[in-house]
């Protein structure tokens, strides 16, 4: 039922002109947003200088009333397990605490580098849960605080580059006016720069999915880059 739902959607799809404007991640697409970010905290695009946020512990780095924690006992999660491929035991903790950044993932190898201890992170993160504490909502309560603007619910191709975090990224998704679907939205680029991104995010959503190793609702971003037509 909803993959009939999601293609009955995108049927009649057409460009919109480019323009600056909100944009709603919905939570698929939005889980890849929170890999990009848990990229620029692993420990080897630290100890690498390729990471767009470079020495991030303390720092701030998205909006302030996010939280992302790992959780590497969740049940039933898809990157539950006690210890990595090193014989080194995880642990359920802040990655992000009202935006500013607590936690890296390290191996023994890249904490070496750092001068720090392994995390238990030798093969990647573990569940990762992204939160909120601002207004948020379903996913028609998400529409409306979009108002007039993209939905993202595909990605078609595109990159980030790690070391300056400039972002670019073929979508498709709905075109949406007074909280409204009016159309299907096809040949449309996404551009953004991430640092900026996760500070302007203004709302994660109650309409939460468990996409592989990551939890997260809808994401909605105040002031995005659309290039569409002419």
Do not use: C
Not at 129 to 136: F, G, I, K, M, N
């Amino acid at each position: 039922m909803v993959a009939a739902g999601r293609a009955r959607r995108a049927l009649g799809a057409r460009a919109v002109s480019s323009r600056r404007g909100p944009v709603l991640f919905d939570p698929r697409t939005a889980a890849m947003l929170v890999d990009t970010l848990a990229g620029a905290l692993a420990g080897t695009a630290q100890y690498r200088r390729m990471s767009y946020l470079p020495d991030p512990l303390g720092r701030q780095v998205a909006a302030p009333h996010l939280d992302l924690r790992e959780d590497p006992f969740e049940p039933l999660g898809l990157a539950s397990g006690g210890f990595d491929g090193e014989g080194i035991a995880g642990a359920s903790r802040p990655i992000l605490r009202s935006g500013i950044v607590e936690g890296l993932f390290l191996s023994s190898f890249s904490g070496r580098k750092l001068g720090m201890a392994s995390t238990g992170n030798a093969d990647g993160y573990y569940n990762l849960r992204l939160t909120s504490t601002a207004e948020s909502g379903n996913w028609p309560e998400m529409l409306r605080m979009l108002g007039t603007g993209l939905v993202v619910t595909h990605f078609e191709g595109g990159k980030t580059d790690p070391a300056s975090g400039n972002w670019a990224q073929a979508v498709r998704g709905l075109w949406v006016e007074d909280g409204e679907i009016i159309h299907a939205v096809t040949d449309v680029t996404l551009a953004g720069h991430v640092p900026a991104m996760l500070a302007a995010i203004r709302a994660v959503g109650r309409d939460v999915e468990r996409i592989g190793a990551i939890r997260t609702g809808s994401i909605l971003i105040d002031d995005m880059q659309l290039g569409g037509r002419a």
